[in-house]
């Protein structure tokens, strides 16, 4: 009977009583509950965009805080992001033909050495969702296949991951050939990882360290209205 | 041998007698009998908790207040760290320079000590789709790396953690029978493939001996 009594009927909920109850739900990592919220806030006449930022990226953008706080643990940050993963299959091809304003394009790719994709794919979908175009290379990416990619998606930005202290320095051999090509200031670069902080971030020529998904999401937009700024300016 | 865990070192007076040994709690065992084959046993082991091994920010300050708790007790003629950099990024190396004559384990993990530095270095990439485990991990598989990353809670995510992986390496110190059926059975639960390298304890011998005997710093009289 108390079960029953606890159980929240989500098309029952008001707009702002859902978009509440998806960052619960995200926090808590449940799929089916945030694909049904996607699902009736659309059903509702939600442009996609605002149900991918109000309820999807506010939630996770919750979940990071608490990370970085030590209050949630790699294990439940992943589950949120599964469960944002299912929002965001829903909302992709909708966003797609909408007219979300687009924030630029983001080639990245853990670097050569390295399979651990964890982080990146969190940054991905977070930079996604705050409008970004991502191509993801994927893992083990030497700077051949960076160089292939920037020539054939032209972006703005490139992201660098590692999980491991061997294979960080890989992200200066790249930074380093951009600059042979003289394309190294073409582009905004932004690493991150587990063993990186600040100062690696800057000894390797990078223009900002992501110290979690959320930062690179600020990061990148920060950088980019820079950019754009001082092209304008130009 | 006396091995602590707090850093409330209490003071004592008198000059400086022994070293010490300020370790990862996975290497405890190990470095306990390099030092007990070599006469070594009144040199002491701090131990610093091995789940931090999947959370490697916390091994700096960890290791900063051991130092500190060290040098405020004045027994210590020599303090030596049995971490590799372990994830720290460098961070450890740069807390190490602040202090003369503290020194660290070579390489970047103990994966790579215990292979020895330079076979390890020979394999180049061949083990970019390996993952580790020794004597200590296979020993704690459960605690460390099922209940560590949440597996115990939530083993759909197994595949998120080890899609990328192949094979699961054991690089045994003192195998036996037991463990090694642990090492297959945790490579069988990440679905990975076996292969056991029985490595011993590599560079960590080599290194403990170099700075404790070699180097003339064993101060034992």
Sequence with gaps: ?234 | MAVRSSVGVTSCAGQAQTSLIIACGALVREIQDVLSVNGLDSIEIAAIPALYHNRPEKIVPAVEAHIEAARRDRRFRRIFVAYADCGTGGDLDRLLARYRDVERLPGAHCYEFFSGVEAFSDRGDGDMTSFFLTDFLVRQFDSIIIKGLGLDRHPELRDLYFAHYEKVVYLSQVPTETLLAKANAAAERLGLDFEHRPVGYGDLRCHLEKVFIEDGNNIVD
């Design chain 1, 1 to 234: 009977m108390a079960d029953e009594e606890d159980d929240i009927i989500l098309s029952e909920l008001s707009d702002d009583e859902l978009v509440e109850q998806m960052h619960q739900d995200l926090y808590d990592g449940l799929k089916e509950e945030i694909q049904e919220g996607v699902t009736i806030l659309l059903e509702r006449g939600w442009a996609p965009y605002d149900v991918l930022t109000k309820a999807l990226v506010e939630g996770m953008h919750v979940v990071g805080i608490d990370f970085r706080d030590g209050i949630l643990f790699v294990p439940e940050v992943l589950l949120a992001a599964n469960a944002m993963k299912t929002g965001m299959a829903i909302l992709r091809p909708l966003l797609a033909d909408s007219d979300a304003p687009p924030q630029g394009r983001i080639v990245m790719g853990t670097v050569k050495g390295d399979i651990h994709d964890i982080g990146k794919n969190l940054v991905g979908m977070m930079m996604e969702g705050a409008g970004f175009e991502v191509v993801d290379l994927g893992i083990n990416t030497d700077v051949d296949e960076f160089l292939a990619a920037i020539d054939e998606h032209k972006p703005d930005m490139i992201g660098m991951s590692a999980l491991l202290t061997t294979t960080m320095p890989y992200m200066k051999v790249v930074i380093d050939t951009l600059k042979e090509k003289g394309i190294r200031d073409d582009l905004v670069v932004l690493v991150g990882g587990a063993p990186l902080n600040e100062d690696f971030a800057n000894a390797v020529g990078a223009d900002a360290y992501c110290r979690d998904a959320a930062v690179a999401v600020e990061k990148a937009k920060e950088l980019m209205a820079r950019r754009h700024n001082q092209m304008a300016g130009a």
